[in-house]
């Protein structure tokens, strides 16, 4: 392994050694110590410069860097001087760096698939559907529901993906740990243009679409029977069969 | 879980929609065509934005999230205009982005502690000493060196963690999966600050070494024999007991 002085850098956290991250860090405490929540909008620019004592460009980098971790939504087009708001989507932040080191071979697309089975099964028999019956019953019911909108032969391909994103999504959910669900989501997110590129026909893609259905509507059925054990064996095939029939493991 | 605009851009990829976007499109491109590798440095600044017809702003903007992310390192001080030269860590990206959604309350220390034992003692389980002898048996005398540094008393804390860290991601990896190993990695840097924050006084910090010495040998020792189940179910308590001894869960 070496001495991995980035690691041990992060590990420790001394002190910033670039200017951004002087934002960066002062942000975190600001979280941390709830002075700044989710959905509040970040200072400007102007006023984040002179707090620090840095450069507007070293502000702006900070934001950016932000953005790209799922921590603010900055309004397109124009810049961080309007101001970014604070969100928390931690899938899109993870995803977003699973992505290039899948792209750098750093990471196999074989682990990526192996760990999403890791985390989706272990979900599956984790789900507690008695600890809070009624947020069971609306899960249960939206997930219906996104069952029978991806029934719908008519739906085009990116169509169906997001609502079979959000089925297992929302499934994973019932086990009640969102690293877990952000983990297995920015894990699906990360491969999802290998998968695109390898179904190249829409009649191919149909004929997939229609073995998924049916994969997803066992899976429902387990879950609301309270069998983890079945819906994480399901889940299991369901996963495995997906990426060797969309790509080459 | 509404519309999630966010993820569904994520998920089909459009048209980049800020300038910066096209050069971490483009360098991840070039990263999965192989035209660049690990060891390799970008093209500077001015002939990426030369490139791509973008301001060198924009170009700075893409190297920072791409250094943030354990993409590429950029020599402290001196610029994104030295150019930058491609590594990749994993853990790196994946634990800055854990800790601010950490710290913004989205994602639990509790979930991530939950979620750091799933992921090792998956890898305990499946450890194969078998499939790659050598590189097995390098591995048990590299981490048993590692034990044998970390008995030696006069070790400060900070020195103690960064044995430790290499400790459980050396014998993670006999797994043979470097995903899980990267977010193993990344859910322990995520949280370690809570911890050191917990933990006051040294002579506390004596005590709870003494028991992790110990806790250590005891995982070295099922993992060389081949018992799995007992190294998970020993790497289980290893985590359980030093998270609710450094703090509140």
């Known amino acids: 392994m070496g001495n991995k002085p980035l690691n041990s850098k992060a590990q420790n956290s001394p002190q910033p050694v670039r200017a951004y991250e002087t934002v960066l860090k002062s942000i975190e405490a600001d979280l941390r110590s709830g002075k700044i929540k989710i959905g509040d909008q970040l200072p400007g620019e102007r006023a984040l410069a002179e707090t620090h004592g840095i450069s507007r460009a070293s502000v702006r ?26 969100i928390s989507e931690p899938a899109i932040g993870l995803s977003a760096t699973l992505r290039l080191h ?44 996104l069952l029978t909108a991806m029934d719908d032969p008519g739906l085009n391909r990116e169509e169906f993906h997001d609502l079979d994103s959000q089925f297992h999504v929302l499934l994973s959910s019932l086990a009640g740990n969102a ?71």
Chains 1, 2 share one sequence.
């Open 61 to 86: 980098d900070a934001i950016r860097i932000l953005d790209a971790m799922g921590m603010v939504r900055t309004s397109t087009g124009s810049g961080p001087n309007s101001g970014a708001v604070v």
């Open 102 to 145: 899948v792209a750098s071979r750093q990471l196999s697309v074989a682990d990526i698939v192996e760990s999403r089975i890791l985390l989706e099964t272990w979900a599956a028999r984790s789900a507690d559907l008695s600890s809070d019956p009624e947020r069971s019953a609306a899960v249960l019911r939206r997930t219906a529901d």
């Open 179 to 249: 690293v877990i669900e952000a983990m297995m989501e920015s894990l699906r997110l990360s491969i999802s243009e290998y998968v695109s590129e390898s179904v190249s026909g829409d009649d191919a893609w149909q004929q997939i679409a229609e073995v998924l259905r049916a994969q997803h509507h066992g899976i429902h059925r387990a879950v609301a029977a309270g069998d983890g054990t079945v819906a994480a064996t399901l889940l299991r095939e369901h996963i495995d069969w997906f990426y060797t029939e969309t790509r080459q493991l």
